[in-house]
C-alpha cells in the first residue's frame, strides 16, 4: 500500500519508524562510551515495567529510499510504545547489517534509554553495499539476540523487529543459521517480527518462517514505505515549549559524568538544528511523557534527583554542582531547585495540552482521508499491543502516534 495523500499538508513517508534507528554506515560518535557509561544510574518509572526494541536493518543500497524517510519516525513509535498504562522505560538498540564484502557485516548499537544521543549519531547513515541478493541475515540476528544487554526479568517487553528486503545467505560456513538463533531468543523471551521491503520472491518465505520461529509477525511495506506522517499548526509552538523544557536541566557529578553530559547536551544541539518541525514535535511529544523522562533528563539531573529525594543536596561537593550553582548560600541553591522544578512541571503541562490538540487535529485528517488501518505505523501497534500483553503492559488507545 502507498502512503496516502492528505490535503491539509500531510506528508507521505517512507516509514518504517522501526527502522527508523537504523541506517547504513555506522560512525560512532568519538564519546559514545561515555554516554553508554551514564546508563548505570537512569531514571525509570516507578512500576518497572520496560519495553527493550531492538532493529535489525538492511543497510545495503537498495533500502536507501525508505531508510531515509524513516528517519523520521522513531519518536512517534517511542510515543506509542510508551502509550501503555504502565508507562514504561523504553529502551532501544541497533544491529545495521550488510555482507560479507561490504565496509561492514554487522554494526550495533547497544540498548539504551538515551534515545537522542543514540539518534544523533544515525542521522550520519547511508545506506551503501549490497547488490548480490542475500544478506548477512544470519549473523545480524546472532548479534541482536547475543550481544545486547536484554533485561532479565519478566516485566520487560522485549522484541526484535527485523527490516530488509533481501533473503538471509544460508551457505556460509561458519555461520550460525538463524532457526538456532530464534531458539535461543525464545528461550530468553524475545520476539521476532520480521518486515519485508519491496516484493521479493525469495524474501517472503524466509521472513514468514523468522517470524513464525521468533513467535512474532510478518508484515510487508513497499520499498518506498508505507506510513504517513502530518505536519500540525501546533508544531513549532510544541518546538519552543521543549526547548523551553530542555534549558531547565542541571546537572551535576565527576569529570567522567560531566563528559557524558557535555555528549548528550550536544546530541540534543543536533537534534534541534537538522530535525523538520515534524520530527521534532514527535521527539517534543515523547519527552513529555513519563517514558520520555530518561531521554529527556538523561542521568545526574539535579532538580529531578533533589526533588524527588534521590540525592540530598548538601551531600554533593561544591565541585561537582553546576557552575551557576557553586557560588549560592546553600538556602539560594534549593531556591533555584525549587523554582526550576515548578517551571519544568508547568513546561510538561502545557506541553502535553498542546501535544493531545495535535494527535486530535493529526486523527481528523487521517480519517478524512479514509483511515491508516494498513500503514505500518498501526501494524506495529498492533503487534505491539498483543505481545506485550505478556509482560503486563495494557494499552488504551486505539490508534498509534504519528
Given at each position: 500500500m502507498k502512503a496516502k495523500t492528505f490535503n491539509s499538508k500531510i506528508i507521505p513517508l517512507a516509514l518504517l519508524g522501526a527502522t527508523a534507528i537504523?541506517?547504513?554506515?555506522?560512525?560512532?560518535?568519538?564519546?559514545?562510551?561515555?554516554?553508554?557509561?551514564?546508563?548505570?544510574?537512569a531514571i525509570l518509572p516507578a512500576q518497572g515495567h520496560?519495553?527493550?526494541?531492538?532493529?535489525?536493518?538492511?543497510?545495503?543500497?537498495?533500502?536507501?529510499?525508505?531508510?531515509?524517510?524513516?528517519?523520521?519516525?522513531?519518536?512517534?513509535?517511542?510515543?506509542?510504545?510508551?502509550?501503555?498504562?504502565?508507562?514504561?522505560?523504553?529502551?532501544?538498540?541497533?544491529?545495521a547489517f550488510r555482507?560479507?564484502?561490504?565496509?561492514?557485516?554487522?554494526?550495533?548499537?547497544?540498548l539504551s534509554n538515551d534515545l537522542d544521543s543514540m539518534y544523533a549519531s544515525l542521522m550520519d547513515f547511508r545506506a551503501e553495499g549490497g547488490g548480490d541478493g542475500p544478506e548477512s541475515v544470519n549473523q545480524a540476528l546472532y548479534d541482536a539476540v547475543h550481544d545486547m544487554s536484554w533485561s532479565n526479568d519478566d516485566k520487560t517487553y522485549k522484541v526484535i523487529f527485523l527490516v530488509g528486503d533481501a533473503p538471509p545467505h544460508m551457505d556460509y560456513a561458519n555461520d550460525v543459521k538463524y532457526p538456532e538463533t530464534l531458539a535461543i531468543a525464545r528461550h530468553k523471551g524475545i520476539v521476532v517480527n520480521a518486515i519485508q521491503s519491496g516484493q521479493h520472491q525469495h524474501t517472503r518465505p524466509a521472513w514468514q518462517q523468522i517470524a513464525a520461529l521468533g513467535q512474532g509477525e510478518y508484515f510487508q511495506v513497499e520499498d518506498t514505505g508505507n506510513s504517513v506522517a502530518v505536519a500540525t499548526p501546533f508544531d513549532a509552538e510544541l518546538s519552543a515549549l521543549a526547548a523551553e523544557l530542555e534549558a531547565t536541566r542541571l546537572y551535576f557529578g565527576d569529570a567522567a559524568a560531566k563528559k557524558a553530559q557535555r555528549a548528550k547536551l550536544d546530541a540534543n544541539a543536533r537534534l534541534r538544528k537538522e530535525?523538520?518541525?515534524?520530527?521534532?514535535?514527535?521527539?517534543?511529544?515523547?519527552?513529555?511523557?513519563?517514558?520520555?523522562?530518561?531521554?529527556?533528563l538523561g542521568d545526574s539531573e539535579l532538580v529531578e534527583a533533589v526533588t524527588s529525594g534521590r540525592v540530598e543536596l548538601d551531600e554533593i561537593e561544591?565541585?561537582?554542582?553546576?557552575?551557576?550553582?557553586?557560588?549560592?548560600?546553600?538556602a539560594a541553591q534549593r531556591e533555584?531547585?525549587?523554582?526550576?522544578?515548578?517551571?519544568?512541571?508547568?513546561?510538561?503541562?502545557?506541553?502535553?495540552?498542546?501535544?493531545?490538540?495535535?494527535?486530535?487535529y493529526i486523527?481528523?485528517?487521517?480519517?478524512?482521508?479514509g483511515g491508516a488501518d494498513d500503514s505500518l505505523d498501526e501494524k506495529i501497534y498492533s503487534a505491539v499491543k498483543e505481545q506485550a500483553a505478556s509482560s503486563g503492559l495494557t494499552y488504551d488507545s486505539d490508534s498509534a502516534s504519528y
Open positions: 537504523g541506517i547504513a554506515s555506522f560512525p560512532l560518535v568519538q564519546n559514545a562510551q561515555a554516554l553508554q557509561t551514564a546508563q548505570t544510574t520496560r519495553i527493550e526494541v531492538v532493529f535489525v536493518l538492511d543497510t545495503t543500497s537498495s533500502m536507501s529510499g525508505l531508510i531515509q524517510a524513516a528517519k523520521e519516525k522513531i519518536w512517534s513509535i517511542a510515543t506509542t510504545m510508551g502509550s501503555a498504562q504502565q508507562n514504561p522505560d523504553i529502551r532501544m538498540g541497533l544491529v555482507d560479507r564484502g561490504d565496509a561492514y557485516i554487522t554494526r550495533s548499537y547497544d530535525l523538520s518541525s515534524e520530527a521534532l514535535a514527535r521527539r517534543d511529544t515523547f519527552n513529555a511523557t513519563a517514558s520520555g523522562k530518561a531521554n529527556l561544591a565541585k561537582d554542582l553546576p557552575a551557576s550553582l557553586q557560588a549560592l548560600a546553600p533555584v531547585i525549587d523554582t526550576t522544578a515548578k517551571r519544568r512541571d508547568e513546561l510538561q503541562q502545557q506541553i502535553r495540552q498542546l501535544s493531545d490538540s495535535r494527535s486530535r486523527k481528523q485528517k487521517v480519517e478524512a482521508a
